[in-house]
């Protein structure tokens, strides 16, 4: 069984930074994806970060140079470090997981077309303030 749970996410003022976090449990860092979307009310969930299980990564054109999505095994713990916060950052962040060897850009494409073939947290509330 799969569970994600995040944390991290208040008020934050324009150009501030902020740390997410999500503790994953059924999931094997090392076999799995991993990745982050958000979503404002009224939108569709947008990705806005993956970390495949080789490492590698793939990011919104948005966030390129301001986000960075990190793992760490030893505590099975997913990041987004944020900086440089916009009020357009503001929404929901949502950890996700999807199991298999996906590369990043297809697991967050493959999510954001179909959000049932992964697993999900039940996101955390970032607001950006001017």
């Known amino acids: 069984q799969v569970n994600l749970a995040e944390s991290g996410g208040t008020s934050v003022q324009v150009g501030g930074s902020l740390r997410l976090s999500c503790v994953a449990s059924?999931?094997?860092?090392?076999?799995?994806?991993m990745g982050w979307f958000r979503q404002v009310p009224g939108t569709e969930r947008e990705a806005v970060a993956g970390?495949?299980?080789?490492?590698?990564?793939s990011y919104a054109d948005s966030v390129k140079g301001r986000f960075t999505i990190t793992r760490d095994g030893a505590t099975n713990t997913l990041y987004l470090q944020m900086n440089s916060l916009k009020p357009e950052d503001t929404a929901v962040y949502y950890c996700?997981?999807?199991?298999?060897?996906?590369?990043?850009?297809?697991?967050?494409?493959?999510?954001?077309?179909?959000?049932?073939?992964?697993?999900w947290g039940q996101g955390t509330q970032v607001t950006v303030t001017s």
């Open positions: 059924g999931i094997i860092f090392s076999n799995d994806f």
């Open positions: 970390i495949a299980n080789d490492g590698s990564t």
């Open positions: 996700a997981a999807a199991k298999g060897a996906l590369t990043a850009v297809s697991a967050l494409r493959t999510l954001t077309d179909d959000p049932d073939l992964g697993y």
